[in-house]
């Protein structure tokens, strides 16, 4: 029997290292990116514009797809460093070295370490965007056409091929561990788990939080031993979040434990 224990770890690492950095960090977030909380047709747009974007991924010349995410990519690493030092000519220095790696020395380490920062940092600023309802909408809804799109059109195939051979920082490419291998997960799958860990943390508290974080690695542990035993090119991996997510809050209503809407902002001293 073929396993592999290297995603599931990486999923669990992520939506962890975004509990841990959150409350320390979202003041400043609220404060940098000022926004109204989205609304149902919000999140509708949203997915449309996922639709959107994986189509033209999927496309679109090789070469204009690199400009275009490289470009993107790069303001937002600018982004991200001008979080946590709020200087310029430091937080610029992120994205120039993403660059100048990309263009010379650019291996499937860097890839999967940029893309690691990356999504982290981006769940952690669009966390304030939702809320607890508009969270379930979207993962719903991403869901559906996340499986479109792998079993239906194929696109999100067409796309993942030409990230893989642009060698783009938006997936994770990791050795597959005991079984020997790689597997690959994108961005938008490791950023919906880390945004419901978050939610259900804020919404349900510290443990399950951790809870969901857990639950959601085991289920890529199952559905990826299926994918790897009956040789499944390409599943489509926010299946595996929403399942592990819908456990937890299941486990919340077994155990009839309240929403308490918890804010990670600490009480002002004095």
Known sequence: MRLDLSLPLIVFAATSVAMAAYPLCEGRMKALYKHEKFKTQDI??????????ITITALAPQLALQVFFVTIYSVGLFLFAYTFWPKWYVAVLLPAAFILLYLYHWTLVELSIFSFAFVVF?????????????????????????????????????????????????????????????IGIGLGDIFL????????????????????????????????????????????????????????????KALNIRHTGISFRRAPSG
């Open 44 to 53: 509708i747009l949203l997915i449309i514009a996922f639709s959107t974007v």
């Open 122 to 182: 981006l769940a952690m600023a669009l966390n304030g965007f939702f809320n607890w309802k508009t969270s379930a909408l979207f993962a719903g809804l991403l869901t559906v056409v996340d499986v479109i799109q792998v079993f239906g059109t194929k696109l999100m195939i067409t796309s993942t091929m030409k990230i893989v051979a642009l060698k783009l920082p938006l997936m994770i490419i990791l050795p597959t561990f005991p079984s020997q291998g790689q």
């Open 193 to 252: 788990a880390i945004l419901l860990s978050l939610q259900t943390y804020q919404k349900l508290g510290r443990n399950l939080g951790l809870t969901c974080s857990v639950s959601v690695s085991l289920m890529f542990l199952i559905l990826e031993a299926v994918q790897l035993n009956f040789r499944l090119q390409f599943f489509p991996a926010t299946v595996a979040v929403v399942v592990g997510w819908l456990a937890t809050v299941c486990l919340s």
